[in-house]
């Protein structure tokens, strides 16, 4: 079983930065890629930003420019960094893994972290 804990969520004015983190615990694969997803009240969840285990990177077109991704394989740890955020960005976000970026979301679900913008 793997254990995914995000934290660094918060409360953040327009214009401001965020920086995320997930650490995955127990039976986890350094080959998985990880990433995240998002949700906001009445809508589905959503594809926000994914990294490979050989660092690729793919990005929504709605946080490219704005959010970088990145991970520390010695922590198991992914970082999403987010600047210039908008009051659109409000939403939980929740980190994921899976055995490709294609496929991110079929192994493992954090439980949320709340991240809210106002404007």
């Known amino acids: 079983q793997v254990n995914m804990v995000e934290t660094g969520g918060g409360l953040v004015q327009a214009g401001g930065s965020l920086r995320l983190a997930c650490t995955a615990s127990?039976?986890?694969?350094?080959?998985?890629?990880m990433g995240w997803f998002r949700q906001s009240p009445g809508k589905e969840r959503e594809f926000v930003a994914a990294?490979?285990?050989?660092?690729?990177?793919r990005y929504a077109d709605s946080v490219s420019g704005r959010f970088t991704i990145s991970r520390d394989y010695a922590k198991n740890t992914v970082h999403l960094q987010m600047n210039s955020l908008k009051p659109e960005d409000t939403a939980v976000y929740y980190c994921a893994t899976g055995p490709t970026i294609a496929t991110l979301g079929s192994s493992s679900w954090g439980q949320g972290t709340q991240v809210t913008v106002s404007s």
């Open positions: 990294i490979s285990w050989s660092g690729i990177t």
């Open positions: 127990g039976r986890t694969s350094n080959t998985d890629a």
